[in-house]
Nanobody, 124 residues
Framework: QVQLVESGGGLVQAGGSLRLSCAAS????????MGWFRQAPGKEREFVAVISWGGGRTYSADSVKGRFTIARNNAKNTVYLQMNSLKPEDTAVYYC?????????????????WGQGTQVTVSS
């Protein structure tokens, strides 16, 4: 079992930045791809970004390309999401998820473990 805890969310003005962190504990983090997803009120959970275990593969949703960057520090069992040039439409609960097969996929159904989420609110 892998436990994931997100942090770093909050309230920010449009154009601002936030960095989310996702700390993993419990069973080994080794070999897992890690993804970030978000869910706005009344909407389905959607893919944001993913990074493979070694960091060699990263993919981002078109809506965040050029603004959000995913990174990881395996020595610290932590994954990050740097969010710049935030927009009101980025407002959502952000979740990190772990994929033990290291597929690095956008398909949320293929993730094995999920955190509880952290709220990001962007004011206009």
């Amino acid at each position: 079992q892998v436990q994931l805890v997100e942090s770093g969310g909050g309230l920010v003005q449009a154009g601002g930045s936030l960095r989310l962190s996702c700390a993993a504990s419990g069973r080994t983090f080794s070999g897992y791809a890690m993804g970030w997803f978000r869910q706005a009120p009344g909407k389905e959970r959607e893919f944001v970004a993913v990074i493979s275990w070694g960091g060699g593969r990263t993919y981002s949703a078109d809506s965040v390309k050029g603004r959000f960057t995913i990174a990881r520090n395996n020595a610290k069992n932590t994954v990050y999401l740097q969010m710049n040039s935030l927009k009101p439409e980025d407002t959502a609960v952000y979740y990190c998820a772990a994929d033990r097969r290291n597929i690095a996929t956008m398909d949320l159904k293929l993730y094995d473990y999920w955190g509880q989420g952290t709220q990001v609110t962007v004011s206009s």
